[in-house]
Each structure stands twice: as structure tokens, then as C-alpha cells.
DNA sequence: TTGATAGGCAAGTGATTACTTGCCTATAGT
DNA sequence: ACTATAGGCAAGTAATCACTTGCCTATCAA
């Protein structure tokens, strides 16, 4: 459970999960193509393909094989606790 | 505002955040004494006011001096919108 | 003023982490 | 069969991070 915040403390795991977010179904090269067109990061594939299983090891991604192809896909589900857990009642004031 | 993410990431900090949460204004001492007898976690007063110092910097705790005292209080605005980043509109089944 | 309490500063250490490098497997097109 | 494409595995490197160690300042009580 601990792995989630682990995954989204690397700038780079929240632009893969950015890209996801924006569409599923993506394969390693896609995303590599992708993270590096709108963003400077010139990020490898070998380095990409690591954070991806970092991700999905912590739940945050999950992926589909299909012949040569591996598709990866965002699964929202184990963020949707993380921030709740110290948002109390007692309702803080506007900045 | 990726300072948000990396606090979150350290268990010891996310201990700190729960102490925090249940109970504001309390000092380095009191923090460190209460992590040491809820959990089994022996943190030293230089580690707990380090990471004190890094949940300060996210925007994550605000403080306060008086006198020889300086009292911690948990801020919970920037957790707010976190998870909201890649929570989309299309909803996930249930597992 | 002396001693105790609350906290701060900064260099050093050990472990974790992000990334690279090099090579290997599998699927698909020709 | 041959080649290109998509991806995997594992050891090594460099940087980051959590924590320690040692000493120092400030406030308060006696």
C-alpha cells in the first residue's frame, strides 16, 4: 500500500501516468514517444519500461499482452484513498 | 508541488502526517515520544525534526514559535488536489 | 548565574534508487 | 529463413535519501 506513494514520488512515474490518464492502451514505445515529444525528457526505454513495472507493482497500472505488443493502462482505483486518509472533518480555511 | 509527492513517499513522514492529523500545535518532543510509543518506530529527534523540516517545505505542516517551543500543525490544502490529477471523468469498475 | 530543556546546523555514512549498458527472447513481416 | 520490431533480464554506476554524530544557540526555571 506504501508502494503507491513510493511510485508517485518520481516526477517521471506522473508523466507515464499523465499519459495513460490522457489514453489507454499504450505500448513501452508509445509511451517512450510520447513522454518525449511533449516533454524534453528523453527518457530510454529501459528506464521507462522499469517505471512502468514500478507502477504496475504498485497497482497503478495494469497491462495486456497481445502478440508482440504489451498494453499498459491506467487503473485509477488505488488513488482514489491516498489523499483521504488525512483529509479530516474539521475543514481547514481558504489561503 | 512535486515536493508534495516526495513527502508522502516516506513512511516515517506519513507517521508524522497521521500524529499530526489527530492531534495540531505539538512539538518536536512530543511528535518523536508519540511515534515511539503508537508504533515501534525509535526515530531520533534529528531524524523526526529533518523530516519535519522536508513537510514544511511540501507545504504539508505549518509552524509556529513560542518561546523556547515550536508548535507543528498539519495542513492539509495541498493534499486536496493530488489524487484529483489523474482521477478522470470515465469511471473504473469495481474490483 | 547555573543547569536543564527545546531546538538548530552541518558534515559524514549507509542504503536505496534511477538510469545505463549489454545481451537475450519472442513475435511479425518479407 | 532472414530481418526488424517489441520487449525482457541482469549487472554496474551515479545520485539521492534517511539517518547519525557532534557541537552549538536560545529560552526558562532554580
Given at each position: 500500500?506504501g508502494d503507491?506513494f513510493?511510485?508517485l514520488a518520481?516526477?517521471t512515474?506522473?508523466?507515464?501516468l499523465?499519459e ?13 514517444a ?5 516533454h524534453q ?11 512502468l513495472d ?9 497491462t495486456?499482452r497481445?502478440?508482440?505488443y504489451?498494453?499498459?493502462t491506467?487503473?485509477?482505483r ?16 481558504n489561503?
Amino acid at each position: 500500500m506504501g508502494d503507491v506513494f513510493k511510485a508517485l514520488a518520481d516526477p517521471t512515474r506522473r508523466h507515464i501516468l499523465d499519459e495513460l490518464a490522457e489514453r489507454d492502451d499504450q505500448t513501452l514505445f508509445e509511451i517512450c514517444a510520447r513522454l518525449a515529444a511533449k516533454h524534453q525528457f528523453t527518457s530510454s526505454r529501459q528506464a521507462v519500461s522499469q517505471h512502468l513495472d514500478l507502477l504496475e507493482a504498485a497497482g497503478l497500472v495494469r497491462t495486456r499482452r497481445e502478440g508482440r505488443y504489451k498494453f499498459h493502462t491506467l487503473d485509477t482505483r488505488p488513488l482514489a484513498q491516498i489523499a483521504q486518509r488525512w483529509l479530516r472533518d474539521k475543514p481547514q480555511e481558504n489561503p
